[in-house]
């Protein structure tokens, strides 16, 4: 299913979620590494430290502009 989905607007934080980037308002980074996303219902969750690297690296392309493709 994950192959399916468009790579601009989907990506996975854990094993077992896949989110939405239209539907996140916001991402609250900790000092400890952890990163809670927080979706625009008011609902949140928190990324796996297994992706949180991933995570950092797009929303570092979404702020410049880049793609992750690349």
Do not use: C, H, P, W
Not at 22 to 27: A, L, N, Q, W
Not at 41 to 63: H, P
């Amino acid at each position: 299913m994950e192959k399916t989905l468009d790579r601009e607007r989907f990506v996975r934080i854990s094993r077992f979620e896949i989110i939405n980037m239209e539907k996140v308002s916001g991402f609250d980074m900790s000092i400890s590494g952890t990163i809670q996303v927080t979706f625009q219902d008011g609902s949140a969750t928190f990324v796996a430290r297994r992706y949180v690297n991933a995570i950092e690296k797009r929303l570092e392309l979404l702020y410049t502009g880049g793609n992750a493709d690349e």
